[in-house]
């Protein structure tokens, strides 16, 4: 019993570090993103970040363990063809993602032409990344009008296990301040869920200690 006690504290405690380096853009996850970005600016294949680390990049601060990346088909064949077996190996025979075998994160792919949430065909796909990237401290990543209309459409269709996309939109609503008519620049598709949303957070009442 006191062996697993003391296993669970370091665990907690290397976990809590590893957060604190996230946090200052030295963690395992940034550096991951740094390196598999770099490299597929090397191969020349348009990419946006999006997923946890792109709500980081827009400045909604949350640890996440992974690394989301959106690309077309042909720059995703691309990047197998170039990087399985350098640095990077997939999880499992087939996969489209890949593991940095230096950090061990998880690079996954999201493909321009699929669909978010449920996977079934909807008035909001995955766009083309050369369409709805924005340079931050020298990554691409995806504009956020992109990055609200996809975690909306993904939040809508996905099931509970979906539902923190919706509720990282709540965030972005209250960190950045954005106005409600910001729905005006996402597909009509989504628009009544921001205006629910933004609805939400401004009749919320203000939270007592």
């Known amino acids: 019993m006191q062996e697993a006690s003391e296993n669970n504290r370091r665990r907690g405690a290397a976990a809590l570090a590893e957060s604190e380096r996230f946090f200052m853009r030295e963690g395992l996850v940034h550096r991951a993103m740094d390196a598999i970005t770099a490299k ?8 946006a970040v999006c997923g946890g680390m792109a709500l980081n990049g827009h400045g909604f601060e949350r640890v996440t363990v992974d690394v989301d990346i959106l690309v077309d088909a042909e720059g995703l064949k691309k990047i197998h063809e170039k990087l399985d077996g350098l640095g990077y190996l997939p999880p499992f025979a087939g996969s489209k993602n890949l ?8 690079i996954e792919f999201l493909v321009a032409g699929q669909y978010p949430g449920d996977g079934k065909p909807k008035p909001v796909a995955f766009p083309d990344p050369a369409n709805v990237s924005v340079e931050i401290d020298g990554v691409r990543y995806l504009r956020l009008p992109t990055l609200i209309e996809l975690k909306l459409a993904s939040g809508m269709t996905g099931g509970v296990v979906r539902l923190k996309d919706l509720a990282d939109v709540v965030s972005l609503i209250q960190i950045l301040k954005l106005p409600k008519d910001f729905s005006n620049q996402l597909n009509p598709y989504v628009r009544t869920k921001f205006d629910e949303l933004w609805d ?6 203000a939270f007592e200690p």
Do not use: C, M, S
Request: glycine share 10%; no cysteine; charged share 25%.
């Open 99 to 106: 593991k940095d075998t230096t950090t061990g994160v998880r």
């Open 200 to 205: 939400g957070v401004a009749n919320a009442p």
């Open 40 to 47: 597929i600016e090397e191969l020349k294949i348009p990419y």
